[in-house]
């Protein structure tokens, strides 16, 4: 293992001084430059897009290539890392599909859940006549070294929607579970339709497709007077169980009663879980006010939605917004909510405004976005990210304007991309800040954080740290981070939304050097030993604790780790 003996020393060091680490173990695994077994004289050109990784070392991307034969017809490829460390290509633009003259573009929307199902929208077109289908095919492309299998293509009957409608395209709302379970988005075209009809449906093999919700179309047998309005946002755990938002329409209903949750399993269809103007529960007595928003689930059934709430406080009505959950089909309860002292904040600083990107992970921790108000606040200090385990136990995860931790004095977090925010089942969050202060500019502000109930706010990797660039075990290759791409999921884990976050805490990023681009695996914090020594050994693979340091604006400070 490369560099063991200068890691064990350097964790040593670190043990005994106090010092906080720089970038967490981090591992080259791809790197543009290197070698593209499948075609002779090919090389990887781009590491550009991480889908999603899984749960025993696997990661899906899309790559571009270079070498003899290869142009912009055939460049782009779908691979998939195993946990041997080998590549298999899944998809390549300029494959035949099986129709004559016809062969796939670059046009893939794939997804993959933690235990490696995968599943892809593709879009294709003929050589001969340059027609094209933007988006025509969904795909479960599970099995490795097999025919992908077709689950839904366009001019396909789509079940449930109005007599004689078909698919038209499909959607980047693509979910897969651990089962395989696929949920997918479409429009539909045909008669009796309109590229406006849209729905939800639902594939397990074996059972084939069902539907969950399709716009214009009755919510539920037993209540044909009323159909689907709009389909929103949609999560689904390894179980099939899928969670929905929606608005109805028709049979006379009123505006403040017409969005809400929606359940969906394969036996049971569709079911209506909570409305707007329902009574609340678990906090002081009221209705749900505004549409339930940011549906979020996990393996345990657990829910978590925001919805603002309306109370008769002393006869003055009140309205607040609210994150709510239910754990193991309990009633709702209210975690948080608009108007209440923010935790982890200063007294008089309280939750303001709407709470969204609401994730809920593996043990049933919630996670949400949040403004805040009250004295000293402004726009430099008013966004925040808190971690709900129950009505009284809330954490704050990160403030904007307050300094960081592991970093010099005056490091601040400017700006919190909640978004981008992933959680796994071991209660570690990675999220991505960019900082500002002394020192501090372009590119070493931009970083991926982590976050767990043991070890709080960490350090995982920033651009201007040094790290290896060389995806050979038996050499190194340190260069300063230029570019760190923060674009990932906004998931809780469990949610059939890709992740980037294992559950062993592994997490997966681009980073470049110059123009070099690549594919690293990074650890964020575990218990024993150094940071990211998963064995306790004491060994981790690959760590250069350099950064930019206060007053380094060249970058060119190789002195030990000072930020």
């Not at 430059?33 to 075609?39: H, K, Q, S, T």
């Not at 849209?198 to 009323?226: C, H, K, N």
Request: hydrophobic share 35%.
């Amino acid at each position: 293992m490369k560099m063991k003996s200068a890691m064990l020393a350097l964790c040593l060091a670190m043990a005994a001084s106090g010092q906080p680490p720089g970038p967490m173990y981090v591992e080259p695994v791809l790197m543009s430059g290197d070698a593209y077994p499948p075609i002779d004289g090919a090389t990887i050109d781009l590491v550009g897009q991480i889908v999603a990784a899984g749960d025993d070392r696997q990661v899906l991307l899309i790559a571009t290539l270079v070498g003899p034969g290869i142009n912009s017809d055939n460049r782009v490829v779908l691979l998939r890392r195993e946990a041997d460390g080998t590549f298999s290509q899944l998809l390549r633009r300029g494959d035949s599909i099986g129709q004559p003259d016809t062969v796939l573009t670059s046009g893939f929307l794939p997804t993959m859940s933690r235990s490696g199902k995968t599943a892809v929208v593709v879009s294709y077109e003929n050589v001969l006549t340059q027609d094209s289908c933007a988006q025509c095919e969904v795909w479960d492309a599970s099995g490795i070294g097999q025919a992908p299998i077709v689950i839904a293509a366009k001019g396909q009957l789509a079940p449930g929607a109005a007599e004689g409608a078909t698919f038209d395209s499909f959607e980047q709302e693509l979910l897969i579970n651990n089962a395989g379970d696929v949920v997918f988005a479409a429009r539909l075209g045909g008669p009796n339709s309109s590229p406006n009809h849209r729905g939800v449906w639902f594939y397990r093999p074996g059972l084939g497709v069902l539907p969950i919700a399709i716009r214009d179309q009755p919510v539920s047998p037993a209540t044909p007077q009323f159909h689907f309005g709009s389909i929103g946002s949609v999560v689904m755990n390894s179980s099939g169980t899928v969670l929905f938002e929606g608005h109805m329409e028709g049979g006379g209903i009123r505006a403040f009663e017409n969005a809400g949750l929606w359940t969906f399993t394969a036996d049971r269809g569709t079911e209506l879980l909570v409305q707007e103007n329902d009574p609340t529960s678990g906090g002081p007595a009221g209705r749900f006010y505004s549409e339930p928003l940011f549906p979020a689930t996990n393996d345990r059934g657990d829910i978590a939605f925001r919805a603002s709430s309306r109370y008769d406080d002393d006869g003055n009505s009140r309205e607040d917004a609210t994150v709510w959950k239910s754990a193991h089909s309990t009633g709702f309860i209210p975690l948080a909510t608009s108007g209440e002292q923010a935790a982890g904040c200063d007294l008089g600083t309280d939750f303001r405004g709407a709470m969204t990107d609401v994730l809920i992970n593996e043990q049933g921790h919630v996670y949400f976005h949040s403004r805040v108000e009250g004295p000293g606040v402004d726009t430099s200090n008013d966004d925040g990210v808190w971690r709900a385990s129950g009505p009284s136990d809330l954490v704050l995860v990160v403030l904007e304007g307050v300094q960081v931790p592991d970093l010099y004095m005056g490091a601040i977090s400017e700006v919190i991309d909640y978004q981008d925010m992933m959680a796994n089942a071991r209660g570690q969050v990675v999220i991505p800040i960019r900082l500002s202060g002394p020192g501090i500019g372009t590119p070493n502000e931009l970083g991926h954080w982590s976050f767990s109930e043991q070890g709080g706010l960490k350090q995982v990797i920033r651009a201007g740290h040094v790290i290896d660039f060389d995806s050979d075990p038996s050499s190194v290759q340190n260069r300063r981070i230029t570019f760190l791409s923060t674009t990932q999921p906004n998931t809780g884990g469990s949610d059939g939304r890709p992740s980037h976050l294992a559950t062993d805490g592994g997490f997966w990023l681009i980073a470049g050097a110059s123009t070099q681009v690549g594919l690293f695996r990074a650890q964020v914090e575990l218990p024993g030993g150094c940071v990211g020594d998963i064995a306790n050994d004491m060994a981790t693979r690959n760590m250069t604790d350099d950064s930019v340091g206060v007053g380094d604006s060249q970058g060119d400070d190789l002195s030990p780790y000072r930020g």
